[in-house]
């Protein structure tokens, strides 16, 4: 009976915690341990679950195996021609919060920020990792690639990066680019690129890479990657670029609470004139949302507390592929439909990509601010009404 | 003798390498190197592009200390185009400065040196019950939160809302987690360190567990003090500005604004949230550890300290109408601009040198050498001021080792990308510490005849601090503890900057001035053919400058001297050593080939090796391959 009850929870312990995915994120065995019973039992255990699962008894020696795995995922994080902010921003998550992450969620067993080791033994601790979890560590890469000189750029442990890079990626089970630097090369390689940096991807093929770009990009978004492959066991899903469709899937400008003023053609004109104040569009003091994918209108930082935009400067765009030489940042961006020169419905979706505007119209934002000035009329109205009814009353009281 | 690299030295900014000969019978460093092994070119990046856009790429030199660049590459730019930014805009890049000192403070002491201190393995021999009635203790021991002015008190916080959990309770749920990650084999971010090394003993295992269940705590809160970047800046790391103020425009009209009372509240909070960490965690654990070493006698790693140190100052307590005109110094409220020698000797024998506004654009104050950098100048030049800038690449590798697998460094010719920056042609150590000895030597010898309240409280820290500790001044502060002590008092001076800022903010804002921004100058064709100004500030790490020439509307040179450029750098042409190597021949190594000792110092000055400056040569041509200068804060 007792042996039932545990197999049942321990079906359900392996279904949560991933049985059919590669990593698991506890283990049976652990469970047992905890509940201090003996490996006689745990053993019993493994044999009724083989049946349960349907399982032919040969594979009972492997279901053991997966209820002893109690392996968090290794994770090795690189540090190329960064600043790192992304590693910065990466603690800054509080749900999940960086403590669970690190703690629970994966094993972060090389990190030159956080590492308490330095030097020879934690360079021998790498290599035997790439030994040791050969195709199955997840490599995280912070930061572009120099490639001149020999990539002596930037040496790490007396070598170049790029080796390192190189040497790293080839037993990797998928890469993150965390990063704009990491995923388009970033800010060391805007015009003039002194020292011809590029993005990881244009380094390493044949892996699945997920891109995580945004100088830095937010700390739920960092983590949130993380958290995706906790829950589900499995990257998230990508678009074209091989971001992740829920951070990355809608423009600023789409999500942007001041859209209604874009559509309404309310913008600042100058910084800090009334339009600021009353938190108008920020389009024509040079606002890159129209054209940056990234999760700062609807997610924002601080769990929803702000943006730069809420903060009154506009999007410099900085998840977007080459922002850098975008600039200078304070001008307006060309080729955007202003409003009330809304394009034709039926273009609605058939443009895509950053530079372009149209894959969503202002209907939506339209008719938000005409539903606001709509109220305040109607609420004018109505108090005149009130006003006017009152004066009446007080008219007929002061007539009898 | 034995020669002993450490690369990747972790737990930093960036990139970077250090080399010691250790006698191994004595444990003295006989001889030590540092080198910063990476090089992006941001200032070449930022050259020709808009001066107004400067901020946003200078700042990602640094993700650690953001925002610093950016307030830097500000001034240096308003600087140049004679802009004073409006009240407002004052209190608020205050505040953002303030903030993030203590943020990158306390960052930096639970979870880039703590390690270096404490040990997870030493944490599982404690007895919880023990460590609640340690923390209690300490709490009592070394509570220094009168040191507060008290008219900086939080009007609108009830109550400390952050105390450490001090019970059994915790203190064993804690350790049960670091034993599930000690027995799991993976040991994630604790993984191949020599946590056998004898330091870790000095400290009785209930001080690590406390150590290592405040780290842990500070890690989920460290976000909410630099709260004030997102709320005026909107995000953090590298928040936004405007050249001439701020774009964050205040109106109590309109929630769509970017500040109202709402956004202030959550400043307010952020604000006295930051004083009850440095306060009830910060300072305690600091305190009682180092405490533990000054009594075990462990006051070596003073190094350059001891000799030279330097500082800007800063906090303009009011809007300013220039640096280089000195009227940035004249409005400072931590005005510690000067360098200060032989403060080893007391505060009565050392000696105070000035430094001024115009000496900032002066040659015979700084300039940087190239003995030992891979670097050439032209016609035998062997100084140059920052301005004057010119980097010609020569590198020259390793002494032994190929360039795709180094050995050892050449110690005696060429060894790093960084600079070597001086001061009348001195090495000098910059940083925390460099502050609080020059403000405490200004005060003490009357130099400062009207100490603002925050350099009387930073007199009074020190002066409170040598009573707890039984030592004179000069004999703690000159020490690898008295380093990473005078980080933790600097975060509490912080904390209340913020609070003094906040304060006027509000005041200016209830007379009806909402100014955040003066743009009449915003529009390059106001500006001048031809100008050049610097920006200056004590960010985290210590004295950063910038230096910008605009030309025709575009950033025609653009030079840093960063704090780790300073501190990082190799060997002057007068044979001096910087602070990092001072330190280093300053320390005893107990286990060669385990030098604790030598990332314990090197960590207390919190490296940050981001950055490179000096791409081109002063007719702004293009140098095609370059240098590094340790960036940072």
């Known amino acids: 009976m007792c042996i039932t009850l545990i197999c049942i929870d321990a079906i359900k312990l392996l279904q949560e915690r991933g049985f059919f995915v590669k990593e698991s994120l506890n283990s049976l065995w652990n469970l047992f341990q905890e509940r201090k019973l003996s490996r006689r039992t745990f053993m019993k255990s493994c044999v009724a679950l083989t049946a349960i ?45 960086a403590s669970d992450v690190i703690l629970n969620m994966i094993a972060l067993e090389y990190d030159d920020t956080l590492a308490a080791a330095s030097g020879e033994p934690f360079e021998h601790h790498l290599h035997h990792l790439l030994e040791s979890k050969k195709g199955k560590y997840v490599l995280a890469v912070e930061g572009g690639v120099p490639l001149d000189e020999n990539g002596s750029y930037c040496q790490v442990g007396g070598r170049p990066f790029v080796d390192v890079l190189k040497e790293c990626a080839e037993g990797a089970a998928f890469i993150i680019e965390y990063g704009s630097c990491a995923a388009w090369g970033g800010i060391q390689a805007a ?71 874009f559509d309404s053609g309310l913008f600042v004109e100058h910084f800090d004139d009334d ?9 024509k003091v040079g606002c890159r949302g129209p054209e940056t994918y990234n999760s700062c209108g609807n997610l924002r930082w601080w769990n929803g507390l702000s943006y730069p935009i809420q903060s009154g400067h506009g999007c410099i765009g900085c998840s977007e592929k080459g922002f850098w030489d975008n600039d200078n940042f304070y001008q307006r961006l060309p080729h955007i439909h202003t409003p009330n020169t809304i394009t034709d419905v039926d273009t609605l979706g058939t443009v895509a990509g950053f530079g372009a505007f149209g894959a969503v119209i202002a209907h939506g934002g339209i008719t938000l601010a005409k539903h606001k000035y709509d ?26 | ?174 350790q049960t987690k670091v034993k599930k990650i000690v027995e799991s084999g993976q040991l994630g971010i604790f993984s191949a360190q020599w946590w056998d090394h004898p330091d870790y003993q000095l400290l009785p295992p209930e001080v690590h567990l406390m150590a290592i269940s405040h780290y842990l705590t500070i890690l989920d809160r460290q976000r909410d003090i630099v709260t004030p970047h997102v709320i005026f800046g909107g995000k953090n790391p590298h928040p936004h500005y405007i050249v001439g103020g701020m774009p964050c425009s205040i109106s109590m009209d309109d929630m769509n604004a970017p500040v109202n009372a709402a956004r202030l509240a959550s400043v307010d909070e952020s604000i006295s949230l930051a004083k009850d960490l440095v306060n009830y965690f910060y300072l305690p654990d600091l305190l009682a550890i180092g405490h533990l070493y000054v009594k075990a006698g462990m006051v070596d790693g003073g190094g350059l300290a001891k000799k030279r140190v330097l500082a800007y100052g800063g906090y303009p307590d009011d809007t300013f109408t220039g640096i280089s005109n000195g009227d940035y110094f004249k409005k400072a409220l931590v005005r510690a601009n000067g360098v200060v020698e032989n403060f080893e000797l007391g505060w009565e024998k050392a000696t105070f040198t000035a430094l001024e506004g115009e000496d900032l654009m002066n040659p015979d104050f700084l300039s940087e050498e190239i003995n030992h950098s891979w670097f050439e100048y032209p016609n035998g030049e062997t100084s140059l001021h920052p301005t004057e800038g010119v980097t010609k690449p020569a590198f020259t590798g390793p002494k032994t080792g190929t360039n795709k697998k180094w050995e050892f460094l050449d110690e005696e010719k060429k060894y790093s990308w960084i ?80 609070q003094h800022f906040y304060n006027r903010l509000v005041e200016n804002i209830k007379t009806g001035d ?120």
Not at chain 2, 27 to 34: E, H, N, T, Y
Not at chain 2, 104 to 131: C, G, M, N, Q, R
Not at chain 2, 576 to 581: I, L, T
Not at chain 2, 586 to 607: M, R
Request: aromatic fraction near 8%; include cysteine.
């Open chain 1, 53 to 97: 699962l349907g399982l032919p008894p040969a594979l009972t020696n492997k279901v053991v195996a997966a209820a002893e795995t109690k392996e968090l995922p290794t994770v090795i994080w690189l540090h190329g021609h960064e600043c790192t902010g992304c590693d910065e921003s990466f603690i800054r998550s509080t749900s999940p919060f």
């Open chain 1, 191 to 261: 015009k003039p690129n002194p020292t011809n940096t590029v993005s990881v991807s244009s380094i390493v093929k044949g892996k699945k890479i997920i891109k995580v770009p945004g100088c830095p990009p937010i700390p739920e978004v960092m983590t949130g990657v993380i958290m995706h492959y906790a829950l589900f066991g499995e990257i998230p899903p990508l678009d074209v670029e091989g971001r992740p469709k829920q951070f990355y899937g809608n423009r600023i400008h789409d999500t942007c609470y001041r859209r209604p003023f």
């Open chain 1, 275 to 283: 339009a600021s104040k009353a938190g108008w569009c920020l389009y």
């Open chain 1, 375 to 400: 109220s305040i009329q109607e609420e004018k109205k109505y108090l005149a009404e009130q006003e006017a009814k009152q004066k009446e009353a007080e008219q007929k009281g002061s007539d009898q």
């Open chain 2, 1 to 174: 003798m034995k020669r002993v690299v450490v690369d990747p030295v972790t737990r930093i900014e960036g990139h970077l390498r250090v080399e010691v000969s250790v006698d191994e019978s004595t444990g003295k460093v006989q001889d030590a190197l540092s080198s910063g092994t990476a090089w992006r070119g941001i200032e070449l990046v930022a050259k020709n592009r808009d001066p107004r856009d400067v901020w946003a790429f200078v700042q990602r030199i640094c993700g650690v200390c953001t925002s610093t660049h950016a307030l830097a590459a500000l001034r240096a730019v308003e600087d140049a185009l004679g802009i004073q930014i409006p009240k407002n805009a004052n209190y608020i890049r205050n505040m953002m400065h303030s903030c993030l000192d203590v943020h990158d403070h306390i960052v930096h002491f639970y979870h880039l040196h703590a390690l270096d201190w404490v040990s997870p393995v030493e944490a599982l021999k404690a007895d919880p019950k023990k460590t609640a009635e340690l923390q209690q203790q300490v709490l009592d021991t070394y509570n220094v939160s009168g040191l507060q002015p008290n008219d900086l008190e939080s009007s609108t916080s009830a109550y400390p809302k952050e105390f450490p959990k001090g019970n059994a309770t915790y203190y064993a749920a804690v």
């Open chain 2, 419 to 498: 600079k070597s920056p001086t001061f009348k042609g001195k090495a000098c150590e910059v940083g925390p510490l460099a502050k609080y000895i020059v403000v405490y030597v200004k005060v003490k010898q009357g130099v400062i005849k009207d100490p603002t309240w925050a350099e009387k409280m930073m007199v009074d820290q020190i002066d409170a601090v040598s009573k707890v500790l039984g030592v004179p001044a000069h004999v703690w502060l000159c020490s690898t503890v008295g380093r990473t002590a005078a980080r933790g008092l600097d975060a509490q001076v912080a904390a209340n900057l913020s």
């Open chain 2, 514 to 633: 909402t100014v955040v921004a003066d743009t009449r100058k915003f529009d390059p064709n106001t500006w001048p053919k031809e100008a050049k100004g610097v920006g200056v500030l004590d960010a985290p790490r210590g004295g950063l400058g910038h230096w910008c020439v605009i030309k025709d509307g575009r950033v025609d040179n653009y030079q840093c001297i960063v704090p780790t450029t300073w501190n990082a750098c190799p060997k002057t042409i007068a044979g001096e050593h910087g602070a990092y190597e001072a330190n280093m021949m300053d320390t005893k190594v107990k286990i060669a080939d385990k030098p604790l000792e030598i990332l314990k110092g090197i960590h207390s000055f919190d490296p940050c090796l981001a950055c490179a400056t000096h791409l081109y040569n002063k007719k702004g041509e293009k140098i095609v391959s370059v240098n590094t200068d340790a960036l940072c804060k």
